[in-house]
């Protein structure tokens, strides 16, 4: 079992995760809600967490392919219901930026297989959203 402790940091809204291992994550809420800014939004994590699950299974891939990756940089981007409560993502596109001598057809292939397949919270969130991916490569 995963165990998340949240405490009040400050205002309404402003709280601190806090995981088993004591890695920790700020949390607010907008503004606009009464929020202070922060942290994150909760919805906002989602899409940090989609970047960072598929990318830690490319990552994998990518070395059992041997492929030579010096550096990595994702952007996730998502739309959300308008005018519903809750607002669910409808839509989520991931892009990563890879660096290294890399062969395009494998890195095609490990970005298939770990957002389309791998990643647990890309196969939670395509239950309501429409997850699609793209790539650039930075040859060194």
Do not use: W
Request: proline letters at 2%; hydrophobic letters at 40%.
């Amino acid at each position: 079992m995963i165990t998340i402790d949240l405490k009040r940091v400050s205002g309404d809204f402003h709280l601190e995760a806090t995981n088993d291992t004591g890695n920790s994550i700020q949390l607010d809420a907008s503004p606009d809600v009464g929020g202070t800014g922060k942290g994150m939004r909760p919805m906002q994590l989602l899409l940090a967490a989609l970047g960072g699950c598929s990318s830690v299974d490319l990552v994998m891939i990518l070395k059992k392919q041997k492929q030579e990756l010096k550096d990595i940089s994702i952007t996730v981007s998502g739309e959300r219901e308008k005018g519903k409560v809750p607002s669910l993502y409808t839509d989520a596109h991931i892009h990563f930026k890879l660096v290294g001598n890399l062969d395009k057809e494998k890195v095609e292939k490990a970005i298939v297989l770990a957002v389309e397949k791998y990643c647990s919270v890309a196969k939670t969130l395509e239950k309501s959203a429409i997850i699609t991916h793209s790539f650039e490569i930075i040859s060194q």
